[in-house]
Each structure stands twice: as C-alpha cells, then as structure tokens.
C-alpha cells in the first residue's frame, strides 16, 4: 500500500470566527491546489483527513479532481485540537528562544497532551488507514506532529520532534502488512509549480 501524508496547507491564524480551528489562508489554499495537482495523476484510490477545518480544507482540491470522499479519522488531528487558538510554529517560535526550546523539548505535552495518548491515537489511526488492500493508495490531510509520529516510529526513534514538514508538503510510505518504510520527506517543490 502507498501512503501520502500531506501536512495542511497555511491556515489563517488569525481568523476572528475560528480562531481555535482556522481555514485556509489564500496561500494555504494555494498550496492545496499544489498538493491536488500533484496528486491527481498518482493513483489515489482514497482520501483521508484530520477532522480539524485546515487539514479538511487542503484534502478538497484532491477530492474534487478525483471525485472522492474524504473520509475523516479522529487520531489524525494535531495535538492542539482542543486549544482556544491555533497558533503556527512560526509564531511559537517568535515568542522567544526560552518559549520555543520549552517547546521543542516536548511539543505534545507544551500543547496541554499526554505523549503516549497522542502517539497512542495517531499510531491507531495510521493502522486504521493501512487497513486496505495492499495496491490502495491512500493520501493522508494530517499534520505535522502525526506526521513526525509516524515518521519516528517507522525509524524507531524515541522522541518525536526531528521533521520539520512544511505547509502542503508531502511524505510517503509504503506498507508492506505490518511493516512500513519511508519513501521520502516533507516533499515541497510542487508548491512552485502551476496547479
């Protein structure tokens, strides 16, 4: 099985009506259309998305093209799902070193999460996602801490944080039954070219 996980694209962080759970940005728009583009000829034969509105928002583009559902599936959603607001690596970052290497030290629990519940959940979710035939492929909307989730637990790394995936990026996997190896990561020269 082919898995494409896609990191959302821009969210508007600042969205006055959603601030907890923002849509895209132009950009980010921009960059769905990048990933749909991208996509469009690879073969998907499902879509799945975080039930989070960004990572929703950047699975359409694809769904349209294809004429596919896009199947939501609770363990795909950031660890910051239940904050009041959304706030961007960028702006963690530009609130200071201390803030931000607090951050980076342990980016589940910073966001109010148990650790081995989130991997837990998103570990269930990439399972429940495998669950397929072995010739589906099959692109994941997520973001980016599922996204270093899988990644460091197909590379049986301890900690979580060591991608830095970009907006509307693209990481793929292929399943094998229970075994998974990484194609590639954080793929991003499609954002550049026309959708």
């Not at 099985?1 to 508007?12: A, E, N, S, W």
């Not at 962080?13 to 728009?29: C, F, K, V």
């Not at 694809?62 to 961007?88: F, N």
Request: a neutral charge.
């Amino acid at each position: 099985m082919k898995l494409t996980l896609v990191r959302h694209g821009r969210p508007d962080e600042d969205h006055a009506q959603r601030p907890h759970d923002p849509p895209l940005r132009e950009d980010g728009r921009r960059q769905a259309e990048a990933v749909a583009a991208l996509l469009e000829a690879e073969g998907v034969t499902r879509i799945v998305a975080s039930p989070l509105l960004r990572a929703h928002e950047t699975a359409l583009p694809l769904a349209a093209r294809l004429g596919l559902p896009v199947h939501a599936i609770d363990g795909w959603a950031e660890a910051d799902r239940h904050h009041a607001r959304y706030r961007s690596t960028e702006t963690l970052r530009a609130l200071g070193d201390a803030e931000w290497q607090r951050f980076l030290a342990d980016p589940v629990r910073y966001l109010g999460v148990d650790p081995p519940a989130f991997r837990a959940a998103v570990l269930d979710a990439l399972r429940l996602t495998c669950n397929g035939p072995d010739e589906a492929h099959v692109a994941v909307f997520t973001h980016g801490l599922p996204i270093n989730v899988v990644l460091s637990h197909v590379l049986g790394l301890e900690r979580i944080v060591h991608f830095r995936p970009g907006y509307g990026s693209v990481t793929r996997l292929m399943a094998r039954g229970d075994r998974l190896g990484i194609v590639s990561v954080n793929e991003t020269a499609h954002r550049h070219l026309p959708a």
